[in-house]
């Protein structure tokens, strides 16, 4: 009697992976609960009698304070005049900082020459640049957008130049067996490999440019949230001061969430684990 052949059943199809539903918005939602916990923490300490809550105001009464600058139109006129200021310096330093930073990647006697004299100066502090600029350019707006465009300048410079000089030679060796000109090298293997670095020092770039900003604001200015930093220090309003610096960090984080929206699709092609770590 023989014996029946064996059939494999056929495996059934993969079924695709599903990812968690996720509400809108999930990630912003999730990155307010500590600092709303805080705030609300604060503010029942406050009330509570816990606290005194002179220096360091209640968020009851910063919120306060914001909605009467709000509804004054100060705020606004403080906002678009340190917006200005960090647009400006950061289009000038970043574009700087790409274009030096290219040279030196590049080129190793620009490095040689140019790296050693930039590290010297990138241990400067920022302060120390202010009476020279303020000699130079006067106490208006050139001052201040230069000592920004110093800022966004060196960490846009090191990351161009460090992402450059860190690209796998195997890449280069590939594009060379495909027999690939310069332009084409450059444009299909060593863009795409330095672009992540890149993207991430113009994010470090323009969160130094909100700290420059703040530096020049409150030397020799009348309009800038850093202004109005100095004039509740000098009136003793703590509140206006935490208003301030809560619209300096809005502000701040606005201008990065819109920087990584519009430089997101240029490195879309990377396979990364970003959510799924």
């Known amino acids: 009697m023989e014996a029946a052949p064996l059939t494999l059943a056929a495996a059934p199809p993969a079924r695709a992976a599903r990812r968690p539903w996720r509400l809108p918005g999930g990630r912003t939602l999730t990155g307010l609960v500590l ?16 606290a005194q809550g002179r220096l360091v105001p209640p968020p009851s009464r910063v919120l306060a304070t914001l909605w009467g600058l709000a509804a004054s139109g100060e705020l606004w006129t403080h906002v678009l005049a340190s917006l200005t200021r960090v647009a400006a310096g950061f289009g000038f330093g970043a574009l700087a900082g ?7 990647g590049t080129l190793p006697l620009a490095r040689r020459l140019v790296d050693p004299s930039l590290q010297a100066l990138r241990a400067i502090p920022s302060i120390a640049w202010v009476p020279l600029f303020i000699l130079w350019f006067g106490i208006f707006e050139a001052s201040k957008i230069t000592l920004i465009a110093v800022g966004v300048f060196f960490p846009v410079y090191l990351g161009v130049a460090g992402a450059i000089a860190g690209v796998d030679r195997k890449l280069v060796e590939v594009g060379r067996v495909f027999r690939l000109s310069r332009l084409e090298l450059a444009r299909r293997i060593l863009l795409p490999a330095v672009l992540p670095a890149t993207l991430v020092a113009l994010r470090t770039g323009l969160g130094l440019g909100f700290m420059f900003v703040a530096a020049a604001e409150l030397l020799g200015a009348s309009e800038g949230l850093g202004y109005l930093l100095l004039d509740g220090q000098q009136l003793g309003k703590p509140d206006q001061i935490v208003a301030a610096i809560l619209a300096f960090a809005a ?6 969430a819109v920087l990584v929206g519009l430089t997101q699709p240029l490195a879309r092609w990377q396979d990364t684990a970003r959510d799924t770590l």
């Open 35 to 50: 600092p709303l916990a805080l705030a609300l923490g604060w503010e029942a300490m406050v009330r509570a009698g816990l």
């Open 98 to 104: 790409i274009l030096v930073g290219a040279l030196t």
């Open 251 to 256: 502000l701040g984080k606005l201008c990065d």
